[in-house]
């Protein structure tokens, strides 16, 4: 996601210079309470998506709406990257209210979207999964939370994997149709959202110092648990792809 506090948008890096004047105590305690909201905004949104996804494949209406073809399930499929394009564009002429309500949409409509993970895996196969990823997570985003090191070029890095992934998918899709390529670009996809996830708990991190004191402070706490939500949700599809059994 790109915004104009992203360093991955900025050349300019994070130096002390932005707390000068700011008790240590104090600074830290903003801090942990805004990374608290940003988790909470993140979890939330991904029960919300666990709990919509369960309930529309146990309804049956997901597979009527999913095989049974027409424009409705490419609707429910491309709907969350229009709400993900119009938060990141127009997170400066939205309320922080409106964010949170579109995000909230935003992690409905994925419900919808992933619901037919269930027609495909075992629930025992998305259980583990999704503990396996959850504690992944925790331990990478702790990572980023507390290393010295500055990960924006490991970032810069990352996101240029991201394209190249997209771009592998949509080959072997239309042209190379391999199940040895879909294996490897799964591997890889754990990989790359593995170490955006460290990275993005950093530069949500750095973000609060440019906005602590500004009406930006609510917006950028939503948008960071949309960052993270997609690094968690990326890496569980790809590791589901690569270690789940199906029906």
């Known amino acids: 996601m790109q915004n104009q506090f992203d360093p991955r948008t900025r050349t300019s890096g994070f130096g002390p210079a932005v707390t000068v004047g ?8 903003g801090l942990r309470s805004y990374m608290l909201k940003v988790y909470n905004y993140m979890a939330s949104g991904v029960l919300l998506t666990g709990i919509v996804a369960m309930l529309f494949a146990n309804s049956g209406m997901a597979a009527q ?6 424009l409705l399930p490419w609707v429910i499929i491309l709907s969350p990257l229009a709400i993900v394009f119009a938060m990141s564009f127009g997170q400066n002429r939205f309320s922080a209210a409106t964010l949170q309500m579109m995000f909230w949409a935003f ?6 979207s992933m619901s037919t993970i269930f027609l495909v895996y075992t629930g025992t196969s998305i259980a583990q999964t ?9 331990g990478l985003s702790l990572y980023g939370y507390t290393t010295k090191r500055d990960l924006s070029g490991f970032g810069t890095f990352l996101i240029m994997g991201v394209i190249g992934l997209l771009v592998a998918m949509l080959l072997n899709a239309f042209v190379f149709k391999s199940g040895a390529m879909a ?10 959202f593995a170490g955006l996830t460290a990275y993005d708990t950093q530069r949500i991190k750095s973000i609060y110092y440019y906005v602590q004191d500004s009406e930006m402070l609510g917006k950028t706490a ?13 890496m569980f599809q790809f590791l589901l792809s690569f270690m789940g059994n199906r029906q």
């Open 65 to 70: 709406v999913f095989q049974g073809g027409g």
């Open 130 to 138: 999704f503990f396996a990823v959850t504690a992944a997570f925790l």
């Open 222 to 234: 939503i948008l960071g648990a949309l960052s993270l939500y997609l690094d968690f949700i990326n």
């Open 107 to 112: 992690a409905t409509l994925m419900g919808l």
């Open 22 to 29: 700011v008790p240590t105590a104090t600074r830290d305690a």
């Open 183 to 192: 294996m490897a670009i799964s591997a890889i996809g754990v990989l790359i």
